[in-house]
């Protein structure tokens, strides 16, 4: 399946998902009863996020979910706060070597569950409506795996973060009633406004700039989702959005590729905290 | 890649390559050593060599060594672990060549003298592919249910074997066989659509040309609730 043909479906995007697997009964109960259980795994890392403070393997992060969640709201955007907020506590939970969700990696895996289970809690909407989306998200990804490896040593970050923003963005806009030509448009949108980001985290760990990053592309995922429901499409097709992308990838160097080597993780301070950890 | 590999795996952080892959990995070598390692060597390629302490690498390769799942709690304390459960372990890098750059040489060794070298990569998102063991190049994900079979290089191995895995009914994924030399020693890796029956299991180790016969379990769906690997693994002894 390309983004093209899904774009095309008539019905639900994430049933067109679902037709394409070419699944028995049984296992599309066992893939939505999988996807059940991620939700509930999702759920219960935000939760552990949001109420912990402890401190990740190296003390750099730890605390920001839980100390943005308990500030006062000064812009007047609760879900701007909330999608933030739970996208940095499965993160941090994943920096503490909690339990998660890959989604579609670790290092990005607060993107979705940010987006689309901030968006749901903020309109009071039921997790048994979440598990289609989650279906799309994962389609979504798989799509973007069939042209690149999902993995910020091949790719960059782009490919991880941009990833899962493509996915939330699908995700949240087949949740507020979008067709799947609007969700594979946001996906796109989410992609094509990535394309670049690379992979540099300190001293090699999962961490800085990996948790504010979920937070940031949470909303960004939210933000092409708004784009896409509003009937904004992306002028480049999606699938060669996908193509662009793959095609960044290859042309970043090693050292922009989670070796740690470059970018924020070769500053002054950068070096100096990956060489304090490595005693 | 199914689509719960991709919201998924449930598994400890911080990394679904560098952790969840990782373990994996070590997962499928413990699976091809059929029994518990007492000695575990690690030689790190790439962005592994490089990122491996900050991504828990070290730790998930000791805990897949263990027989850990990759959303096993005890991961955290894999290496506390394995000195109770008597398992030597030790680190290196080493440059692979041209492969992916999240790869690893595996090589467990049993108290008896038993080895087995398992060279791999992590995709990405924690998919794997295992691509050489014990020196030959072998191709498989860990995704289904894998025969291994050493054998002579001899008329119509890959054509009895074929026969025996299809009379049992089971359908073959992928097939990947090399040789070291014409008449030499071969590797046969066939990933199969689900586990092999005890009795064909046992007429294909006792085919005259059959060196060697492992059954490694689907690791993609290995959580720490234990029962999938244990039931996997009880066909794999001898």
């Known amino acids: 399946m390309t983004l093209d043909d899904l774009a095309k479906a008539t019905g639900r995007a994430s049933d067109a998902v679902i037709a394409d697997q070419g699944l028995d009964d049984a296992e599309r109960a066992a893939l939505l009863a999988g996807m059940r259980e991620r939700l509930r795994e999702m759920r219960d890392s935000i939760e552990r996020g949001l109420a912990s403070d402890a401190p990740s393997r190296t003390g750099m992060v730890g605390w920001n979910a839980k100390g943005l969640w308990q500030a006062e709201d000064l812009l007047g955007a609760p879900l701007l706060k909330r999608v933030q907020a739970y996208a940095m506590a499965v993160n941090e939970e994943n920096a503490r070597m909690g339990r998660i969700v890959a989604a579609p990696t670790a290092g990005s895996a607060g993107t979705v569950p940010g987006a689309l289970l901030g968006v749901a809690d903020h309109l009071g909407i039921d997790d048994d409506r979440l598990v289609a989306p989650l279906v799309l998200a994962a389609g979504i990804g798989e799509v973007i795996s069939q042209t690149m490896f999902i993995a910020g040593s091949t790719g960059g970050c782009q490919a991880e973060i941009g990833s899962s923003a493509a996915m939330a963005a699908a995700a949240v806009t087949e949740l507020l009633g979008g067709g799947a030509d609007a969700c594979v448009h946001a996906a796109a949108m989410a992609l094509m406004n990535t394309i670049g980001l690379v992979c540099d985290p300190v001293g090699g760990y999962v961490e800085v700039p990996c948790v504010s990053r979920n937070a940031f592309f949470a909303v960004h995922a939210v933000s092409s989702a708004q784009l896409a429901l509003a009937g904004l499409t992306s002028v480049i097709p999606p699938d060669e959005v996908i193509q662009a992308m793959a095609s960044v990838g290859r042309m970043l160097p090693p050292e922009l590729r989670e070796t740690g080597e470059g970018g924020i993780a070769d500053t002054p301070t950068g070096r100096r905290i990956a060489l304090e950890m490595a005693r | ?238």
């Open chain 2, 1 to 238: 890649m199914s689509l719960l590999d991709v919201i998924g795996p449930v598994m400890v952080g911080p990394s679904s390559s560098h952790t969840a892959g990782a373990c994996r990995l070590a997962l499928l070598a413990r699976a091809a050593l059929a029994r518990p390692p007492s000695e575990a060597r690690f030689d790190l390629h790439g962005s592994f060599a490089k990122t491996a302490r900050g991504h828990g690498t070290d730790l998930a390769l000791v805990a897949g060594a263990l027989g850990y799942a990759p959303d096993d709690p005890r991961i955290p304390d894999a290496f506390a672990h394995a000195e109770e459960a008597g398992l030597r372990t030790s680190f290196g890098t080493s440059d692979l060549g041209d492969v992916h750059p999240n790869s690893v040489r595996i090589t467990l060794g049993a108290e008896e003298g038993t080895t087995t070298t398992l060279t791999g990569s992590s995709l990405g998102g924690g998919i794997v592919r295992a691509f050489e063991l014990d020196g030959f190049r072998i191709e498989f994900g860990g995704g289904a249910p894998t025969l291994l079979i050493r054998h002579r290089d001899t008329l119509g191995v890959i054509a009895r074997v074929a026969r025996v895995i299809a009379d049992d009914e089971i359908n073959i994924a992928t097939l990947h066989c090399a040789r070291q030399r014409r008449g030499g020693e071969a590797m046969m890796s066939i990933e199969v659509d689900r586990a092999l029956s005890a009795p064909a299991f046992a007429y294909l180790e006792h085919l005259p040309y059959v060196l060697w016969l492992r059954h490694l379990p689907e690791v993609m769906s290995a959580t720490s609730d234990g029962a999938h690997i244990a039931a996997a693994t009880a066909r794999t002894d001898g």
